[in-house]
């Protein structure tokens, strides 16, 4: 009998040591994970902003573009412009 409680006693105290491991190495995990996150959260900003330099630059590019082109042209641009206006002018009446 005494053998018994104490081959429980054994066996409780082996659950709770296999406990208190699980959630050290579960707290492990989530250090991991949240040092992840952080480097995934850093990337996707480094991205964003190389993507905004670029587009930024292909919008002063075009628009530095644009601006030359109503200069040399300014009749047919005008003209172009005429033309828009007044299909947009069109489809807004329907």
Do not use: C
């Amino acid at each position: 009998m005494a053998d018994k409680t104490l081959a429980a006693v054994d066996a409780g105290m082996d659950t709770e040591g296999r406990t208190a491991d699980a959630q050290v190495e579960l707290q492990a995990q989530l250090a991991d994970l949240r040092a992840e996150i952080t480097r995934l959260t850093e990337t996707v900003s480094a991205i964003g902003s190389g993507a905004k330099a670029v587009v930024q630059g292909e919008a002063e590019l075009m628009t530095e573009r644009l601006r030359e082109r109503v200069r040399e042209e300014p009749v047919t641009t005008l003209a172009t412009v005429a033309g828009v206006a007044f299909i947009f002018g069109l489809l807004a009446r329907r």
